[in-house]
């Protein structure tokens, strides 16, 4: 199975997110699932790309041109796309599940932007498990729940993504929506 999972590429970060991350592609390599990120060699990107290549898995980046430089050697597999758009939709094609782990602005997009595809195409159900590691993306979640009871929700799920608070709630969840 395909994960996508979208997360910062920031270095310096506390440990107990590298450690999720971590943890995160290692389960992913053990299971003999496929990795599809950010393909960047740094931050949360690089710790889950290096679990999974030291747990046997396969690791697809996804990378523009402009960020060729930040390359992940880990890779199996290189895609290069003209811009953070093409990367989205790459992503977005490719994925049957999709982990949303701590980041900025990018990871913000990346999570909402499938989730909007998601509603458009009525039928896809592909699974979003956002890891909300200390309330992070609280806010997030409870706009979207605004957005799904207002009138401008039109009635699609838009509180539809899945919430793991806990490192150990991530991995559960994650193995269930992939046994299914």
Not at 97 to 119: A, N, Q, Y
Request: net charge negative.
């Amino acid at each position: 199975m395909n994960i996508v999972v979208y997360c910062s590429a920031q270095d310096n970060l506390d440990n107990k997110y590298l450690q999720l991350a971590t943890m995160l592609g290692q389960w992913i390599g053990e299971n003999g699932h496929t990795l599809i990120y950010g393909g960047a060699d740094q931050g949360l990107m690089h710790a889950t790309a290096q679990a999974v290549h030291e747990a046997g898995g396969r690791i697809v980046g996804v990378l523009p041109a402009v960020f060729s430089h930040l390359s992940e050697p880990l890779c199996d597999e290189m895609v290069a796309t003209r811009d953070l758009q093409e990367r989205k939709q790459y992503m977005i094609e490719h994925g049957d599940v999709f982990v949303v782990l701590p980041g900025g602005i990018g990871t913000l997009d990346e999570w909402i932007s499938t989730l909007c595809i998601m509603c458009i195409g009525n039928d896809d159900h592909r699974p979003i498990i956002v890891a909300d590691l200390d309330g992070m993306f609280d806010s997030t979640v409870a706009q979207l729940d605004v957005l799904y009871h207002s009138p401008f929700g039109r009635g699609k799920d838009l509180n539809r993504s899945i919430v793991a608070r806990t490192p150990a709630e991530l991995l559960a969840t994650l193995a269930a929506k992939t046994a299914s």
